[in-house]
C-alpha cells in the first residue's frame, strides 16, 4: 500500500511516499512544495493544487495521511494552513484517495508513546521505523513521513 504522507502549510507543504507491506514501511520519495512569500494567497494556493496533482498522478498513492488542525498557538497562520489544507483535501477527494487524518498529538503518541514528545523523538522515532540514519532535513518533509507513518502503525489496530 504507498501512502502520501502530507504536512499542510502555505509556505512549505511537506509530502512524503511511504510503501508500507504490512511488516515495515519503506520511504519511496519525499519532498516539499514551496511557494513565494510576498506572493498573492490565491496564486500560491493554484501552485500547491498543481503540485499536489503532479505528485498525485505520478505516485498514484493508494491512501493519504494528512496533518489534522488542532490547535495554532499563532491566529495569522491557522486561516492560511486551512486554506492550504482545503486546496489539499480538493486534490486528493479530485483523485478519489481515502482521506485519514491525525493531529500533531496522534502522530507523536503513536510513533513515541508520548502525545507531547519533542522533534527530535520524534525524528528518531521515524528513523527506527525505517531502518534509516538519515532523514531529509526540511522538518515538514519529515513530519509528512511520520505523519505516514502513524497511519501504517494506525490500520494495524
Given at each position: 500500500?504507498?501512502?502520501?504522507?502530507?504536512?499542510?502549510?502555505?509556505?512549505?507543504?511537506?509530502?512524503?511516499?511511504?510503501?508500507?507491506?504490512?511488516?515495515?514501511?519503506?520511504?519511496?520519495?519525499?519532498?516539499?512544495?514551496?511557494?513565494?512569500?510576498?506572493?498573492?494567497?490565491?496564486?500560491?494556493?493554484?501552485?500547491?493544487?498543481?503540485?499536489?496533482?503532479?505528485?498525485?498522478?505520478?505516485?498514484?498513492?493508494?491512501?493519504?495521511?494528512?496533518?489534522?488542525?488542532?490547535?495554532?498557538?499563532?491566529?495569522?497562520?491557522?486561516?492560511?494552513?486551512?486554506?492550504?489544507?482545503?486546496?489539499?483535501?480538493?486534490?486528493?477527494?479530485?483523485?478519489?484517495?481515502?482521506?485519514?487524518?491525525?493531529?500533531?498529538?496522534?502522530?507523536?503518541?503513536?510513533?513515541?508513546?508520548?502525545?507531547?514528545?519533542?522533534?527530535?523523538?520524534?525524528?528518531?522515532?521515524?528513523?527506527?521505523?525505517?531502518?534509516?540514519?538519515?532523514?531529509?532535513?526540511?522538518?515538514?518533509?519529515?513530519?509528512?513521513?511520520?505523519?505516514a507513518i502513524c497511519h501504517t502503525r494506525s490500520i494495524m489496530v
Amino acid at each position: 500500500m504507498k501512502i502520501l504522507g502530507i504536512d499542510p502549510g502555505l509556505g512549505i507543504v511537506g509530502y512524503s511516499i511511504v510503501d508500507y507491506d504490512g511488516e515495515k514501511p519503506v520511504l519511496l520519495h519525499s519532498g516539499s512544495i514551496q511557494t513565494q512569500k510576498g506572493t498573492r494567497e490565491s496564486a500560491r494556493l493554484v501552485e500547491i493544487f498543481d503540485d499536489m496533482t503532479t505528485i498525485v498522478e505520478k505516485y498514484k498513492p493508494d491512501c493519504a495521511a494528512i496533518e489534522k488542525l488542532f490547535f495554532f498557538r499563532n491566529r495569522t497562520t491557522v486561516m492560511p494552513v486551512a486554506h492550504a489544507r482545503g486546496v489539499i483535501l480538493t486534490v486528493l477527494e479530485k483523485h478519489k484517495i481515502p482521506i485519514f487524518e491525525y493531529t500533531p498529538m496522534e502522530v507523536k503518541q503513536v510513533l513515541t508513546g508520548y502525545g507531547r514528545a519533542d522533534k527530535k523523538e520524534v525524528e528518531q522515532m521515524v528513523k527506527i521505523a525505517l531502518g534509516v540514519e538519515n532523514l531529509p532535513k526540511l522538518d515538514d518533509t519529515v513530519d509528512s513521513i511520520a505523519i505516514a507513518i502513524c497511519h501504517t502503525r494506525s490500520i494495524m489496530v
